[in-house]
C-alpha cells in the first residue's frame, strides 16, 4: 500500500523509492516522447517525468491532456537527476485526474495587476503569495507566544461599537436594528476595560478605517495587535514595544528562514535589535523643515512626511509628544508641558513609516472629560469609557501594531496590500 506524501517529504525519499503525491498541475512542458509536469501543493514543487514507454499510453495521454491547476494523483519512482529543479524528480506510471480544470487556467505570466486582483482567488495559488501567506502566519504566531510568555492575556473585543477611538472621520457606519453603530478602529477602549481585571491584555484582530487615502500602505480592513498594560508609563510601553519588534524580527528570521530565502528577502535580527533611536515631534518637525516639506507645529505626520523622515533612519525609531491637537483625546498630557503628549509612534526605516501607534491613556477622571470636550465629543458617546476613571484608576499604557504594515516593511513589498490573503482598500472589495 502505498502513503500518500507531501512534496517536501518526496524530496527526502532515497532513489527507487515508490511514492504518490497529490497536487496540482503548476505547468506543463512536451518534448517529444517526455512530458514535464510541475506539481505544486502546500509544502512544494516538484518536477514530474511522464515518458512514453515507461508510463503505458493511457497515462502519457493523460498527462499530455491535463488542463493547468487541474487536481491530479501521482504516482512513480523518485529519481535524482542535476536537470531537474531541487534535484529530484518523480517517473510516472500512473496518474489519476480527479479534479480537472474545466476552462483555461486565466492566470498567465504577464497578465496585468489589475487582472490578478480581480483574480486574487486564483492568484493565490502562486507560490510567491503563498510563501507571503506562511510567513504572515509565523509572525502572528512569534507575537502571540511573546505576548503569552510575557504575561499578557489575549482578550477578544467586539467589532460593532457606537463610538470612535481615532476620530469620527474613518467610522464606517452601519444600520445595526435601527439604531446607528460602527465597526470598530481599534479595541483599545475595551481593553482598557479589561486591564482592571487582567492587567496585561492583548488581542488580534482585524480593525476597520474607512480612509479613502490611496496610498501603499493603507487599508480599509487590517489586522491590529493592540497591548494594554496597567502600571505602565510611556517609557514603559515603549521598552515592550521595543522587545516585540525584535522578538518578531529576530524569530521570524529563523522560523520563515526557508520562505525568506525563496522571495529573496533579507531579514534579520540586527534590523531591530534595541535600544532604538527616541525623537521627540518637535525634533522630528526640524528635520521636516530643515528638508524644506512644508508642515507646521501641531499637523500630524502623513505617509509624505513619514517617508521623508524615516529615511533619515536605519533601525525602527520612536517619534513621541506630539502635540495633543495632532492626535486622538485620551492620550496623557505631559504634565512638564501639556501642549504635548505622552504619546508615541514607532516608524519603521527606509521610507516606510508607522507600523506602532501608542502611549500612555488619560486615567484621571476630570482631565479626560475636559479633553473630551475640549474635543467637541459627546460626553454621553464615552459615558462607560469614562466611567472606568471612577473606580481604582491607575496609571496606563498601550500600543496598536498593523500586522500588514509590519510584514510591508519587513518583506519590503510594494504595496501593502501584497500582505493580504484577500485586501481592502477604498476601490476593493471583491472577491
Ligand atoms: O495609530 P493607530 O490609529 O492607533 C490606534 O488605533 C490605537 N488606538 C492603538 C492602541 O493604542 N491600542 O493605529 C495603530 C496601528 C498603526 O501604527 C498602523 O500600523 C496600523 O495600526 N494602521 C493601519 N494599517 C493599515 N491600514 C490602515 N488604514 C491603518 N491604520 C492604522
Ligand atoms: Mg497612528
New binding site residues.
Partial sequence: MLKTLYIRDAFKCGEDSEVELIGWVRSKRRHGKLVFLDLRDSTGIIQIAVKQGIADSETFMKALDVGLESAVKVRGKIKRDARAPGGVELHCNHIEVFGPSLDGFPIRKGVGLKFLLDNRHLHLRSPKVAMIMKIRANLMDIARRWLRENGFIEVNCPTFITAA??GGA?LFKLDYFGRTAYLT????FY?EAAIYSLEKVYSLQP?F?A?L?RTR??????W?L???MAYADLYDIMKVIEELVYAIVSNLSKESEVELKALDKVVKPEMAEPPYPRIKYAEALQILQSKNVNINWGDDFGADEERILSKEFEKPFFVTHYPKEAK?F?HMPDPNDPSVCLNT??LAPGGYG??????QRIHDYNLLLERIRENGLNVEDYRWYIDLRKYGSVPHS?????????LWWLLQLPH?RSACLFPRTPTRVYP
Fill in positions: 477611538v481615532e474613518t478602529q481599534s479595541v483599545q481593553q480593525s478605517r480612509e487615502s500602505r493603507h487599508l480599509t480592513e487590517f491590529h493592540e497591548v494594554e486622538a485620551y509612534d514607532l508607522e507600523i506602532v501607534g501608542g502611549g498601550g500600543f496598536g501594531l498593523g500586522i500588514e504594515r509590519m501593502i
